[in-house]
C-alpha cells in the first residue's frame, strides 16, 4: 500500500549540478550498460544521480527487472522515487558498481567521501566483481590531493585521539573537523560518526592501510590500488 502523499515523489537533486552536459555523457554511457535481472551497486554524487536518472528511463520504456544496492540515503530515496526496488549485502552482492570520485590520479587510484559515504562506498566496491567510477575530465590529477582532502570518518568520542594520531603516524598539513552546511556543528555521517578533513603535501602509498589502524577510524576515503575502471567523456 502507497501513502495518499508520498513526499519522496517530489525529491530531486536540490543542489546545481556543476559540468552537466560531461557528466550526462557518462550518465548515458551507464545506463546503456544496464542488463535486464541485474543488482547494481550504486554509489553517491551527482553523476550517479544522473545514470540512476538514465537507467530509470530505461526500466520504465523496456520493463527491466533491476535491483539496486546503494550507498546513501538521497540514493536510496532516489530509487524509491522511481520505483527501482533496494536491496542490501545482507542478501547479496552487486553485479557490478558504478560510483563517482572527487580525485583520480594516474593510477587509479581515489579519493572519496566528499559526500560522507565513503564507509558504504568502499563496502560496496569490495564487494562488487566490477566497479566503474564515473567521472568528468576535472578529477583527473596528476596526484591525489592536489585539490581535496582525505576524509576519514571517526567514532565520535575517538576523535582527539584520531587527530593525534594521524599528526604522529603521517604528519598531514592540517587536519581539520567537517562542520555542516544547513545546520550548525559538525557533519554527521549516514552512521553517525563525524569527518575529519586530511590535508597532505604527499600521499605516500602506506596511508590507507596506516590511516584504517588507528583506533577510531571508520573508514578513509583513500582507495589505493582498487580494481576499478575510469568512465569519462
Known amino acids: 500500500m502507497k501513502w495518499n502523499y508520498n513526499i519522496i515523489d517530489n525529491l530531486d537533486w536540490g543542489k546545481n549540478i556543476t559540468r552537466l552536459e560531461e557528466k550526462e555523457k557518462v550518465a548515458n554511457a551507464i545506463a546503456a550498460m544496464v542488463k535486464n535481472g541485474e543488482c547494481l551497486g550504486i554509489g553517491s554524487g551527482s553523476t550517479s544521480y544522473l545514470a540512476l ?41 552487486p553485479d557490478w558498481t558504478f560510483d563517482g570520485a572527487d580525485e583520480i590520479d594516474p593510477n587509479f587510484s581515489l579519493i572519496k567521501g566528499r559526500g ?27 596526484r591525489l590531493g592536489m585539490n581535496f582532502p ?19 603516524e603521517l604528519n598531514p ?33 602506506h596511508a590507507e592501510k596506516t590511516i584504517k589502524h588507528i583506533t577510531g577510524v571508520i573508514e578513509s576515503g583513500l582507495f589505493i590500488g582498487y580494481n576499478v575502471e575510469i568512465l569519462n567523456p
Open 150 to 168: 582525505v576524509p576519514v570518518e571517526v567514532f565520535p568520542q575517538a576523535l582527539s585521539y584520531v587527530a593525534h594520531a594521524l599528526k604522529m
Open 53 to 93: 536518472m538514465k537507467i530509470a528511463e530505461r526500466v520504465k520504456k523496456e520493463n527491466l527487472q533491476i535491483r539496486a544496492i546503494t550507498t546513501s540515503l538521497e540514493i536510496t530515496m532516489a530509487c524509491g522515487r522511481l520505483e527501482i526496488p533496494t536491496a542490501g549485502l545482507e542478501t547479496g552482492r
Open 173 to 205: 598539513r592540517e587536519i581539520k573537523l567537517r562542520m555542516a552546511e544547513g545546520k550548525d556543528g559538525p557533519l554527521i555521517t549516514e552512521n553517525g560518526n563525524l569527518v575529519l578533513d586530511v590535508w597532505f603535501d604527499f600521499i605516500p602509498n
Open 116 to 142: 560522507g559515504a565513503m564507509f558504504k562506498e568502499k563496502l560496496l566496491i569490495n564487494s562488487s566483481p566490477k566497479t566503474f567510477i564515473i567521472a568528468d575530465r576535472s578529477k583527473m590529477v596528476s
